[in-house]
T-cell receptor, first 111, second 115 residues
Framework: TQLLEQSPQFLSIQEGENLTVYCNSS?????LQWYRQEPGEGPVLLVT?????EVKKLKRLTFQFGDARKDSSLHITAAQPGDTGLYLC???????????FGQGTTLQVKP | EAEVAQSPRYKITEKSQAVAFWCDPI?????LYWYRQILGQGPELLVQ????????DSQLPKDRFSAERLKGVDSTLKIQPAELGDSAMYLC?????????????FGPGTRLTVL
């Protein structure tokens, strides 16, 4: 059974700071997705990465997929209070479309 | 903009009672998923439908949970009887099809509290 570990579990920072959160797997991903979930809402897809070494940017967010496709990172530059939420990585490798999620990183950005 | 609808948004019940959650996926989406998310954890799949057929219910506690999607459109998830450990967020998601490259769209969830 694949296990996804995310770190840190909780992060509280001031507006304007940079941060990086990590997702590590016990086995190779064929497809990895990052989601953000705001309190009381469902997760919203941010990005999908499929190629080892791939880097994708979404405004102030930079996503990296490890060369061995077993790890990924999400870097946020100049964090804003609107970035507050739960960041989840998910393995989308299943042929059925089933997603396996990590436990998430809770980010709090203070104004 | 098309969205996945869920109701109710919040439900408080006593243990041993029956509860039911409803999900209306995005129109045209053949695949529907029910996930359970315990506070502080990521969602875990309970059941997946392709049209009206169950594709995966391996993690569904079948002694107390049931799910149906009779006409292949909206779906109901039922718990009977509810237990304290069932307190969680129940999320519904839909996608155009199953498989790796179909984006899943999540509804706002139903927050269940069992007293």
């Amino acid at each position: 059974t694949q296990l996804l570990e995310q770190s840190p579990q909780f992060l509280s920072i001031q507006e304007g700071e940079n941060l990086t959160v990590y997702c590590n797997s016990s086995s190779v991903f064929s497809s990895l997705q990052w989601y953000r979930q705001e309190p009381g809402e469902g997760p919203v897809l941010l990005v999908t990465v499929v190629t080892g070494g791939e880097v994708k940017k979404l405004k102030r967010l930079t996503f990296q997929f490890g060369d061995a496709r077993k790890d990924s990172s999400l870097h946020i530059t100049a964090a804003q209070p609107g970035d507050t939420g739960l960041y989840l990585c998910a393995d989308g490798s299943s042929n059925t479309g089933k997603l396996i999620f990590g436990q998430g990183t809770t980010l709090q950005v203070k104004p | 903009e098309a969205e996945v609808a869920q109701s109710p948004r919040y439900k408080i019940t006593e243990k041993s009672q029956a509860v039911a959650f409803w999900c209306d996926p995005i129109s045209g989406h053949a695949t529907l998923y029910w996930y359970r998310q315990i506070l502080g954890q990521g969602p875990e799949l309970l059941v997946q439908f392709q049209d009206e057929s169950v594709v995966d219910d391996s993690q569904l506690p079948k002694d107390r949970f049931s799910a149906e999607r009779l006409k292949g459109v909206d779906s109901t998830l039922k718990i009977q009887p509810a237990e304290l450990g069932d307190s969680a967020m129940y999320l519904c998601a839909s996608s155009l099809g199953g498989g790796q490259h179909n984006e899943q769209f999540f509804g706002p969830g139903t927050r269940l509290t069992v007293l």
